[in-house]
C-alpha cells in the first residue's frame, strides 16, 4: 500500500539552530501539504504545493520557516533559526488533486519536534 | 473565516456503549467533509469523505453522516482498538483542509 513518508521521526535541537524536515509523497500525487499540530489541536496547513509551485503560504512564517519542492516530487521544509515554540508535530500529506473529487489527503507519520 | 467545531472534546465509553462525535462546520465554499483517526504520536489515517447533505458511510464499527451543518461519526458497539482522537476537516477553495481540535474517545473494556 502506498503511503507518505517522512524524515526524521523525532528531532532534538536547540533554539537558534537550523532543522530540515523531508517528505516523500505517495507516488503520482501531484499536491503536497505540510501541516504543524500543536498537541491536543488539530492540525493547520503551512504550506499546500501543486506540482512544484505554491499554491498557498499564508500561514508559513516566512522568516523563519522556508519549503520546497524542486521537482515536484519530495518536499523539504526548514526552520532557521528554530524557537521554543515551533516545538510540534510536522506532518505532510499528499493528495492526487486538485479537481473536485480528489480532495482527500493521505498523511505520514510526522516529524516531532522539541526545540530546547 | 473558516471553522470547523467537534464536540465532545473528550469521551468515555464502555466497551459495547454506542455513541455519537457531532462535527459542526462553515457551509460556504465547501469542498468535501473530511474524518480522520489519529493514534498518539501518529499521522491522521484517512477514514471518509462525505460531499452531500444525507451522504452516509460506513467502515466496521464506524458511520459517518452529513447533513447541511454538520457530520456525525457514529460509533456502534466500540472495542477498545477504537480508542483515539477523531478529527474532523472542511475542505477549502483550494484543496486545503481546515481540522477541528478533535475529539479523544477512550473505551474501557
Known amino acids: 500500500e502506498a503511503e507518505v513518508a517522512q524524515s526524521p521521526r523525532y528531532k532534538i535541537t536547540e533554539k537558534s539552530q537550523a532543522v530540515a524536515f523531508w517528505c516523500d509523497p505517495i507516488?503520482?500525487?501531484?499536491?503536497l501539504y505540510w501541516y504543524r499540530q500543536i498537541l491536543g489541536q488539530g492540525p493547520e496547513l503551512l504550506v499546500q504545493?501543486?506540482?512544484?509551485?505554491?499554491?498557498?503560504d499564508s500561514q508559513l512564517p516566512k522568516d523563519r520557516f522556508s519549503a520546497e519542492r524542486l521537482k515536484g516530487v519530495d518536499s523539504t521544509l526548514k526552520i532557521q533559526p528554530a524557537e521554543l515554540g515551533d516545538s510540534a508535530m510536522y506532518l505532510c500529506?499528499?493528495?492526487?488533486?486538485?479537481?473536485?473529487?480528489?480532495?482527500?489527503?493521505?498523511f505520514g507519520p510526522g516529524t516531532r519536534l522539541l526545540v530546547l | 473565516e473558516d471553522q470547523v467545531t467537534q464536540s465532545p472534546e473528550a469521551l468515555r465509553l464502555q466497551e459495547g456503549e454506542s455513541s455519537s462525535l457531532n462535527c459542526s462546520y462553515t457551509?460556504?465554499?465547501?469542498?468535501?467533509l473530511f474524518w480522520y483517526r489519529q493514534d498518539p504520536g501518529k499521522g491522521p489515517e484517512f477514514l471518509f469523505t462525505?460531499?452531500?447533505a444525507g451522504e452516509e458511510k460506513e467502515k466496521e464499527r464506524l458511520k459517518a453522516t452529513l447533513t447541511k451543518k454538520e457530520s456525525f461519526l457514529h460509533i456502534t458497539a466500540p472495542k477498545p482498538e477504537d480508542s483515539a482522537t477523531y478529527l474532523c476537516?472542511?475542505?477549502?477553495?483550494?484543496?486545503?483542509?481546515?481540522f477541528g481540535k478533535g475529539t479523544k474517545l477512550s473505551v474501557k473494556p
Open positions: 500529506a499528499s493528495s492526487s488533486g486538485p479537481a473536485e473529487g480528489q480532495e482527500t489527503q493521505y
Open positions: 507516488s503520482g500525487h501531484a499536491t
Open positions: 504545493f501543486q506540482d512544484e509551485s505554491v499554491v498557498d
Open positions: 457551509v460556504s465554499g465547501l469542498r468535501g
Open positions: 462525505l460531499y452531500s
Open positions: 476537516a472542511r475542505g477549502g477553495s483550494q484543496g486545503n483542509l481546515i
